[in-house]
């Protein structure tokens, strides 16, 4: 078991890598320079993109030399129980354009369980970390998920609404959006930060890879809410992925299956597995 001081280490050296990552990309936001690459899977990488992932992996490297790093960039390196996440930019697409939610993203995963997260939003300022036991934090104050107690009472936020049809999503989507109480694009990382710190309620993604949302198991977990895929599980290998409150989980749920009638038949609050 690691130990709170270990965490706490851990969780300092991610939050100070991701902003000096983040800083490195501002030197590069908005200045009408760059020039970005289609990757195999036809999604955009830059150079900031890569000088960050060598910035992360140099820090790593120098504080932690037996860990192992996996990197949107430039993949695995190394093989051990503990395994920093990276993810130099999540949001390529809104960097490129000038948007300001595009984020830095590292997480720690320790004997398969992520312990460690921080998102860097480098155009905002604004930092939102957590590690398990140590409480979930932005820019320095004590996060927590909304109080809402139902789904009409909040909002919902998403990526790519095409996305949802593309993975046999639509369906639910659509119940989703029509019980909340308003819907917006806030998208990638950051509207799943936007759950963890009380501003909005529910945000979905129906394709997620591990290097985007690795910080946000802890974060989501430590301010009281729930990250994981569709059906209740915390992690993020499952492909997809959705931030709510512990409170909203059942709701959501019984909307993502269908089953949105109280009574007898109710589906109970699933068991978060880690």
Same mark, same amino acid.
């Given at each position: 078991m690691v130990s709170s001081v270990n965490l706490r280490e851990y969780l300092d050296f991610a939050a100070q890598t991701a902003y000096e990552a983040g800083r490195l990309t501002l030197g590069y936001f908005r200045t009408g320079v760059m020039r970005p690459e289609l990757k195999p899977d036809d999604t955009p990488v830059t150079v900031a993109d890569r000088e960050a992932e060598r910035l992360i992996r140099a820090r790593i490297g120098a504080r932690y030399p037996g860990h192992a790093v996996v990197g949107e960039e430039y993949g695995l390196e190394g093989d051990s129980s503990h395994r920093w996440i990276v993810d130099p930019i999540d949001g390529t697409k809104a960097f490129v354009r000038g948007v300001p939610l595009y984020g830095v993203l590292i997480g720690l995963e320790i004997e398969g369980t992520c312990e460690v997260g921080a998102a860097y939003f480098p155009a905002l300022d604004e930092m939102v970390y957590a590690a398990a036991g140590e409480g979930c934090y932005c820019n320095g104050r004590r996060s927590r998920?909304?109080? #809402?107690? !139902?789904?009409?009472?909040?909002?919902?936020?998403?990526?790519?609404?095409?996305?949802?049809?593309?993975?046999?999503?639509?369906?639910?989507?659509?119940?989703?959006?029509?019980?909340?109480?308003?819907?917006?694009?806030?998208?990638?990382?950051?509207?799943? #930060?936007?759950? #963890? !710190?009380?501003?909005?309620?529910l945000m979905l993604d129906a394709v997620m890879n591990p290097w985007d949302c690795a910080p946000f198991p802890p974060i989501l977990r430590e301010a009281g809410g729930y990250f994981g895929d569709w059906s209740g599980n915390e992690t993020i290998y499952?492909?997809?992925?959705?931030?709510?409150?512990?409170?909203?989980?059942?709701?959501?749920?019984?909307l993502i299956e269908g089953t949105q009638t109280r009574g007898a038949g109710e589906i109970p609050h699933p068991e978060i597995k880690s």
């Open positions: 998920v909304s109080r #809402a107690q !139902t789904l009409e009472r909040g909002i919902l936020s998403f990526t790519d609404a095409s996305s949802f049809e593309e993975h046999n999503r639509e369906a639910a989507f659509r119940r989703l959006v029509q019980t909340a109480g308003a819907s917006r694009g806030w998208s990638d990382a950051y509207g799943h #930060a936007l759950v #963890a !710190t009380g501003r909005i309620e499952a492909n997809e992925a959705l931030s709510t409150t512990r409170a909203l989980l059942p709701e959501v749920r019984r």
